[in-house]
């Protein structure tokens, strides 16, 4: 019997991120690409941007792409205090490189302090421009970690989904310059 043909080009393609970090006092807290006032920020890999780290890893797991430990691991000094946005924007050239455009973004924060609605449209329209989306595609809820015991913790789960790119619009994500 000959073996089953799976198509590897869906015209959709679903991806699904998580992230944790751990609160640490007298470091800049950055969420979403922007800083936040806060009197602790999060700690370990790079700046620690915890919604950054799940969009890139849902972005690479829609594509069925290593994920960000592997592509960027902690042990290696180069990633030491990096800018996040560095990850997401590797994570988007493989996604068009695979042949695809991101559709939209749906993000969940979990997190005791700050309050994340007074920023909330800030951290949208900051991750809409740098994933080449319209703000209405950005996708952000925050929680507070009721009866999880993760007062000092920040948590980002996230899925994306892509869709086919047509024929020759490949590249039409603009390319910002900017920070
Ligand atoms: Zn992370």
Redesign the pocket.
């Known amino acids: 019997m000959k073996p089953e043909t799976r198509n590897s080009k869906p015209a959709v393609r679903i991806g699904y991120g998580f992230?944790?970090?751990e609160f640490r006092p007298g470091i800049p807290l950055k969420i979403g690409g922007i800083t936040l006032a806060h009197e602790k920020g999060?700690g370990?890999?790079?700046d620690?941007?915890?919604l950054?780290?799940?969009i890139t890893d849902a972005l690479l797991g829609a594509i069925a792409a290593p994920d960000?430990g592997a592509l960027f691991p902690p042990s290696d000094p180069r990633w030491k205090g990096a800018d996040?946005v560095i990850f997401l924007r590797e994570a988007l050239k493989r996604v068009q490189d695979a042949g695809y455009g991101l559709a939209n973004v749906d993000a969940s924060l979990i997190l005791a302090a700050p309050k994340i609605g007074p920023h909330a449209a800030a951290i949208r329209t900051r991750v809409a421009e740098l994933l080449g989306l319209h703000s209405d595609c950005v996708g952000l809820k925050a929680k507070t970690p009721e009866g999880l015991n993760l007062e000092n913790a920040a948590i980002?789960h996230v899925v994306v989904l892509l869709e086919k790119a047509k024929a020759g619009k490949k590249r039409a994500v603009r390319k910002k310059s900017g920070r």
């Open positions: 992230d944790s970090h999060l370990g890999h790079s620690g941007d915890v950054l780290h799940a960000i996040s980002a």
